[in-house]
Nanobody, 121 residues
């Protein structure tokens, strides 16, 4: 069972930046496509970004395109999400997801515990 642990969340002002990290417990991570999702209070978990196992292919939700960048470091078995120009509507718990592909929550097998991102106006 692969474990995923997110870090890097926090409180930031609108227009600021944060970088989230997702550390995997096993090197099988290197074979996984990975993704980031987020869930705001009272809302369903939604897709943010995904990256192929080798980092070549990426997809983004329209709401974050041009502001967020997903990356994968197989040597360090870590995935990151660089978030720039943050908006209050980006406030949510951000989840790392592994071994899957696409924009659906059901498309991934492994999940982290989440990290809170709060953007103040």
């Amino acid at each position: 069972q692969v474990q995923l642990v997110e870090s890097g969340g926090g409180l930031v002002q609108a227009g600021g930046s944060l970088r989230l990290s997702c550390a995997a417990s096993e090197r099988t991570f290197t074979n996984f496509h990975m993704g980031w999702f987020r869930q705001a209070p009272g809302k369903e978990r939604e897709f943010v970004a995904a990256i192929s196992w080798n980092g070549v292919s990426t997809i983004y939700a329209d709401s974050v395109k041009g502001r967020f960048t997903i990356s994968k470091d197989n040597a360090k078995i870590t995935m990151r999400l660089q978030m720039n120009s943050l908006k209050p509507e980006d406030t949510a718990v951000y989840y790392c997801a592994g071994r899957g592909w696409g924009t659906s929550v059901q498309g991934y097998d492994y999940w982290g515990q989440g990290t809170q991102v709060t953007v103040s106006s």
